[in-house]
């Protein structure tokens, strides 16, 4: 099967500009993830999507960070405006039950 | 609210040796699970093992095995005759309840010696 799809894998912008990472989750896993990982450290959930529906984001920065995924599917994640501390490598998973496989992540750095 | 933590925050072996690394967790979760993923310098996070807190047996995948004991909350990673390729990050994570969502742990930084 297909894995998980992210892209852009590497983006570079300056503080203050906005950014947009988009994944396509693995054809018919129901949740979606968005992990944050700052160098050194564990991942750490964003968001959670059950199709195109919200479960958990209590730990998205709203006042800067958004999500959305239409129909179910894919997904998008915004940062506007960046700020240096959102520099991470920022991943998508997919799941049908408990074992989530992630995608390849996309690497920002904000200068 | 879960918690994973991982004590050894670096690990040297030599090739062809075993190793084990540590993870232990809270939860208040009766129903949980246990996992352990590889991350390489290439950056993706790759599914090694799971334990389902219910699994009377340890489980293994190929060289990896989990020692799971309940009572003492851990829930260690052991990889047999060690590889080059095994070099990598690797980290707990555990899920409960009904939510699937990851927890991690910091992480063990493994290098394998030739």
């Known amino acids: 099967e297909a894995g998980v799809a992210q892209s852009p894998r590497y983006k570079i912008i300056e503080k203050r500009q906005s950014v947009a990472f988009w994944c396509n989750p693995i054809?018919?896993?129901?949740?979606l993830y968005w992990y944050q990982q700052i160098l050194g450290q564990g991942p750490k959930l964003l968001i959670q999507?059950?199709?195109?529906?919200?479960?958990?984001d209590s730990q998205l920065p709203k006042d800067r960070f958004s999500a959305e995924r239409l129909k179910g599917v894919d997904s998008t994640l915004k940062i506007q405006p960046a700020k240096l501390e959102d520099s991470a490598v920022y991943l998508c998973a997919s799941s049908l039950g408990p074992r989530s496989v992630f995608g390849p992540g996309t690497r920002l750095t904000v200068t | 609210a879960q918690k994973i933590t991982q004590t050894q925050p670096g690990m040297f072996v030599q090739e062809k040796e075993a190793v084990t690394l540590d993870c232990t967790y809270d939860t208040s979760d009766q129903s949980y699970g246990l996992f352990w993923y590889k991350q390489p310098s290439s950056g993706e996070m790759i599914f090694l093992i799971y334990q389902g807190s219910y699994d009377e047996q340890n489980a293994t995948e190929g060289r990896y095995s989990l020692n799971f004991q309940k009572a003492r909350k851990s829930a260690n990673l052991v990889i047999s005759a060690s590889q080059l390729g095994d070099s990598a990050m690797y980290f707990c994570?555990?899920?409960?309840?009904?939510?699937?969502?990851?927890?991690f742990g910091k992480g063990t930084l493994l290098t394998v010696n030739p």
């Open positions: 999507f059950q199709n195109n529906g919200v479960v958990d």
């Open positions: 994570a555990i899920v409960g309840g009904s939510n699937y969502k990851l927890t």
């Open positions: 054809s018919g896993h129901a949740t």
